[in-house]
Structure formats: structure tokens, C-alpha cells
């Protein structure tokens, strides 16, 4: 079992950065694909961007592409999301998900298996 919590959010401008960070427990960390989804207020849970288990792969969604980046540290069971050049339809609850699925780079949320309670972050305009 692990147990994810998130860290990093807050209050930014738009056009600016963050980066969250999501603290994994557990010595099984490496055996789990990672991936970080948001969900707004009145919207689903939408995919940002997933991680393989190395770190090596990477997927992202279309609409953070070139603006967010994705990384694990596997030594300190630890998930990062860069996220730069903020907009304000990206505010939204961020959340940290691991996944046993590590064959495919999985993008929907029921294909992960624990969930952390998520941070919010909010980008003004």
C-alpha cells in the first residue's frame, strides 16, 4: 500500500510557476507508474501527466505540453509537476495518483490505485 501526500500549491499569477511535490510512503515506491491529475470546481478529474516507473517515460496532456513537467526522485519516493506559464482555467485541486499498471502509461483515473487528498492551486488572471 502507499500513502501520497501533496505539497506546493498556492496562489500565483497567471503566467507564472509552481512546482507540487507529492511525498510518497512505503519501500515499494518504484514498483508504481505515478501521475498527476486536477479537477475544478463542477468539472471531471482530468489527466495533467503520468511518469514510468524509472522516470525515462513520460506522457502528458495535450493542453500542458510543453509548459509542465513531470519527474520522480525514486531515492526520496518522491513526484514532482513543474508547472510554468500558469493560466487561469488551470485552477483546479491537484492530485497525485500511483498506479500498479506499469506496461502502458495509463491516463484515466480508474487505472490508478491510490489517491493523495490533493492541493490546491489557484492562478489569477
Known amino acids: 500500500q502507499v500513502q501520497l501526500v501533496e505539497s506546493g500549491g498556492g496562489l500565483v499569477q497567471a503566467g507564472g510557476s509552481l512546482r507540487l511535490t507529492c511525498a510518497a510512503s512505503?519501500?515499494?515506491?518504484?514498483?508504481?507508474?505515478m501521475g498527476w491529475f486536477r479537477q475544478a470546481p463542477g468539472k471531471e478529474r482530468e489527466f495533467v501527466a503520468v511518469?514510468?516507473?524509472?522516470?525515462?517515460?513520460?506522457y502528458y496532456a495535450d493542453s500542458v505540453k510543453g509548459r509542465f513537467t513531470i519527474s520522480r526522485d525514486n531515492a526520496k519516493n518522491r513526484v514532482y509537476l513543474q508547472m510554468n506559464s500558469l493560466k487561469p482555467e488551470e485552477t483546479a485541486v491537484y492530485y497525485c495518483?500511483?498506479?500498479?499498471?506499469?506496461?502502458?502509461?495509463?491516463?484515466?483515473?480508474?487505472?490508478?490505485?491510490?489517491w493523495g487528498q490533493g492541493t490546491q492551486v489557484t492562478v489569477s488572471s
Open positions: 495518483a500511483a498506479g500498479r499498471k506499469t506496461a502502458t502509461m495509463p491516463s484515466h483515473s480508474s487505472e490508478y490505485d491510490y
Open positions: 512505503g519501500r515499494t515506491f518504484t514498483f508504481y507508474t
Open positions: 511518469i514510468s516507473t524509472s522516470g525515462v517515460r513520460t
